[in-house]
């Protein structure tokens, strides 16, 4: 899945001077990436019964030395996409609705402090956020 995005990213980058090919190939690595994350989430939940594992591309794009501003944005929209999808299937009910969006602000804001900081190395703080 890693693998994968960062070809597409990559693909992407060389192609930022036409508009509409940039637009279109942003648009295939957020499609790719929701349905990899939906791919993720029926995995964890049938193998394991619980949902796991579910910001481990986002944040894995994120610690690298490249970083492109559509990580973090995806990053930021995983935990809602999750929860939105486990309602849908009817394992949460909809009255925590508020817990979904500080879920996402908390993971963000963690994932935004482990990059900045600079005093510890990427291997351990690639790690904190996976390990919640």
């Known amino acids: ?4 995005q960062i070809y597409f ?3 992407w980058v060389s192609y930022k001077n036409s508009r509409l090919t940039s637009w279109g190939l942003g648009a295939i690595i957020i499609i790719t990436y929701f349905i990899q994350e939906f791919c993720l ?3 964890s939940l049938f193998n394991i019964g619980q949902v796991v594992f579910m910001q ?3 944040v894995t794009m994120l610690f690298r030395d490249k970083v492109y501003k559509i990580w973090w944005a995806l990053l930021a929209l995983t935990p809602l996409f999750v ?3 486990e309602y849908l299937m009817g ?3 909809l009255k925590d609705w508020w817990y979904w969006i500080v879920e996402s ?3 963000t804001t963690i994932c935004l402090v482990l990059t900045r900081w600079r005093s510890i190395s990427k291997r351990i703080s690639y790690f904190m956020p996976l390990h919640r």
């Open 83 to 85: 929860n939105v999808v």
């Open 41 to 43: 989430f029926q995995l």
């Open 1 to 4: 899945m890693i693998i994968s």
């Open 91 to 93: 394992i949460l009910s």
């Open 105 to 107: 602000i908390v993971f």
């Open 56 to 58: 481990v591309v986002s």
């Open 9 to 11: 990213e990559r693909y």
